[in-house]
């Protein structure tokens, strides 16, 4: 039973490598983003025929988020650790503080994170978490463009504080908003294909964070934002508050899509409810064309029960002649 969704991340796992090597050979920034779309188009197409609809709506849902949260960190070190001769208005960061001290204090928050959803956010449902959760992490991260503008310094807020600060609240919105997801994939896993489908399911979401990489080069590129570490690169980060701003408003964006991706249940639901729920494939499109049950021997797609039941015994239709003879 555990055969398509091998066959699913087989495929996403031979697409993965031909982008990778696709990455290689091709020096456009263009082409290589309209490759990884292509590839987190068929990660999508793959979910919707082949996998259950519950799982391939709220992977969807997931993998969007990840996607339009477009990936700008490689401008943002270039900005943060320049020296005065290469940005003389910049922050002049170490790269020990820009990774290490940032680093470091962002892992210490996401343990509050995980603390303060666990004690204000783990009886919410999951369309008012995600929802909430979006839009908190959106203005938290939309305080990085006025860094990028240099507006704390009007302010009179220093770096080192400014980004001490938005680290640690980046940090704990973050955890408080990925904690459900994983209660999402684990509910998600059906029953004897739970390191089969968590997996899939995981890769898809890092595929999602792979895409949004590809699409934060594109952006750089069309915005002129592309720093090399030269000596007076200042003007590749004029429009770097731009970027910033629609990185961290994009993973609402998926947010209008919530009603119909993501279930009105609680954290503590069942989200596999209809059919079989050890079965990964019940009512894809797959089995609805060719009416075959592919990810449970002998169910009934139609009926919703199974006709394997191994805890009761079973009754048989037996030939009058044999009844007969067992009189």
Known sequence: KGRVPFAVALVMGVAGVCLAIFSVVVR????????????GALNLLLFSVFIRPEIARINAFIFLQNVFHIGTHGASFYFFTDSAEQYRDG?????????TTLGSVASVFGLFGIVSYNIFAKEWRYRYLLTVGSLA????????????LRFNLQLHIPDWLFMLASSAMQSVISQMTWMPCTVMLA?????????TMYALMGGSMNLGMAVSNYAGAFLLQELGVNPRGADSEGAQFDNLWIAA???ACGPCVP????AKL???????????????????????????WY???????GYDRVSGASSVNSGSATSVDLPESIIGKAA
Do not use: W
């Not at 992490?137 to 990028?148: E, I, Q, R």
């Not at 947010?255 to 919530?258: E, H």
């Open 137 to 148: 992490f959106m203005a938290v991260n939309c305080l990085s463009a006025l860094v990028f």
């Open 262 to 288: 993501i279930p009105d249940a609680s954290q503590r639901d069942c989200l596999l409810e209809d059919g079989d729920r050890s079965s990964a494939t019940v009512g894809s499109l797959f089995e609805q």
């Open 245 to 247: 701003l629609i990185s």
């Open 255 to 258: 947010l209008f899509l919530v």
């Open 28 to 39: 456009s920034v263009g082409l290589k983003f309209c490759a990884a779309a292509a590839v």
């Open 291 to 297: 009416g075959t049950a592919v990810g449970a021997g």
């Open 91 to 99: 922050p002049h960061f170490s790269a020990t503080f820009f990774v």
């Open 187 to 195: 509910q998600l896993c059906p029953r004897g294909l739970e390191s």
